[in-house]
């Protein structure tokens, strides 16, 4: 049982628009910043969004992240089939002085 | 270009520990800190602790707290993970992941490809 909520898949086709809402409590996201990670089948986890909605150089900026209060999101624009993976939120938390994950979200491109 | 290159797969049986190490290249090691994170096969991650070149401090995650140890050389700019103990549901992918922010835990940025250990009797 992770400690963040995600839902366990989400979809859409070629183009549209698709977001992941991450919940988590005053501990973890209400007080701190949240990393998203995309991972494909078989390689390390990439950061796509760190301190709620900054992108590392080399992340497309069809790709977004927002929080507030106590959940977060990341919305993908214009997808794409390389978008076909799985995304973790991330926070820390300042009770356990460590990082809480969510559970994944396997987004399928249609 | 940073990298960090973790050591190759391992296979131990119940009881057994591991060790694994994570050499860090391409920025100044002593500034920052390594993060631990593993993924049981088909699951999620998992935070297991960090330690931090930087100000000499360690965290483990209370659920591997007396099983596991942190260490680096700095010598070689290698940390090292070590597991005891080790079960079945131990059998994971082992990431090392770089601070992103000198001395601060609160990021991590660059991650190891992750090492394979297999627990079997």
Same mark, same amino acid.
């Given at each position: 049982q992770s400690v963040l909520t995600?839902?366990?898949s989400a979809s859409g086709?070629?183009?549209?628009?698709?977001?992941?809402?991450? $919940? @988590?409590?005053? +501990?973890n996201i209400g007080s701190s910043t949240v990393n998203w990670y995309q991972q494909l089948p078989g390689t390390a986890p990439k950061v796509l969004i760190f301190?709620?909605?900054?992108?590392?150089?080399?992340?497309?900026?069809r790709i977004s992240g927002t929080k507030s209060g106590t959940s977060a999101s990341l919305a993908i $624009? @214009?997808?794409? +089939?390389?978008?076909?993976?799985?995304?973790?939120?991330?926070?820390?938390?300042?009770?356990?002085?460590?990082w809480v994950f969510g559970g994944g979200t396997k987004l399928t491109v249609l | 270009q940073v990298q960090l290159v973790q050591s190759g797969a391992e296979v131990k049986k119940p009881g057994a520990s591991v060790k694994v190490s994570c050499k860090a290249s391409g920025y100044t090691f002593t500034n920052y800190g390594i993060s631990w994170v593993r993924q049981?096969?088909?699951?999620?991650l998992e935070w297991m602790g960090w330690i931090s070149i930087y100000s000499n401090k360690i965290k483990?995650?209370?659920?591997?707290?007396?099983?596991?140890?942190?260490?680096?050389?700095?010598?070689?700019?290698t940390a090292y993970m070590e597991l005891r103990?080790?079960?079945?549901?131990?059998?994971?992918?082992?990431?090392?992941?770089?601070?992103?922010?000198?001395?601060?835990?609160?990021?991590?940025?660059?991650?190891?490809?992750?090492?394979?250990?297999?627990?079997?009797?």
């Open positions: 995600q839902p366990p086709t070629p183009g549209q628009r698709v977001t992941i809402r991450c $919940s @988590g409590s005053s +501990s301190s709620n909605n900054q992108r590392p150089s080399g992340v497309p900026d $624009s @214009g997808l794409q +089939s390389e978008d076909e993976a799985a995304y973790y939120c991330a926070a820390w938390d300042g009770s356990l002085n460590g | 049981a096969p088909g699951k999620g483990y995650a209370q659920k591997f707290q007396g099983r596991v140890t942190m260490t680096t050389d700095t010598s070689t700019s103990s080790l079960r079945s549901d131990d059998t994971a992918v082992y990431y090392c992941a770089k601070f992103q922010w000198p001395g601060d835990p609160r990021g991590f940025d660059y991650w190891g490809q992750g090492t394979l250990v297999t627990v079997s009797s």
